[in-house]
């Protein structure tokens, strides 16, 4: 059946007219809003101290210190050869510094340390990542690295790249009351 045929006649544009009615009514109330200058001034402040937010977030971002981490298979060349040399440094004081307690107990084990070091050689942290199993190595080998401090400085160019030098290494309290850390 068509709309021809039918008795009862079906209008087309209903919603066309519901729709125009309604913008009409949005479009009257408009005009009769008033824009609040305190409104607008608080706008403004809460905009400026969210922009001084933002950027003190990001000069803060900017100063953090660059870091590099670094194992015993440190391939780079410039952080190798600090890596090495630390190394050395740090076995020579731990065979000077052998915990008396570790030799009369005959404690030996390993453990798994990693000491942070900033540009200028001083350490900014050691922390303790596997321990050895026996809390007189774990604070023996902590103690050898606060002995063996300062450190070297950086070299120029890892000093132009990093801040802090972060260094992991697994380290060994041997039979023969000796320390050597894993190369």
Known sequence: MTQLQSTKKVESQPVQKAVAKEAEVGNQATPNKKLD?????????????????????????????????????????????????????????GNLNYPEAAK???????????????ADGSIESIELNRSSGHKVLDEAAKHIVELGAPYAKFPDDVRKEIDILSITRTWTFTKEDNLATEQ
């Open 37 to 93: 200058m305190n409104d607008i001034a608080a706008t403004a402040l809460e905009m400026d101290r969210l922009e001084a937010l933002i950027s003190k977030q990001q000069d803060d971002y900017q100063k953090r210190p660059k870091r590099k981490f670094v194992g015993a298979r440190a391939k780079e060349y410039r952080y190798a050869l600090y890596v090495d040399s630390w190394r050395q440094k740090v076995e020579k004081v």
């Open 104 to 118: 009369d107990l005959k404690l030996y084990g390993q453990l798994q340390m990693t000491v942070s070091i900033k």
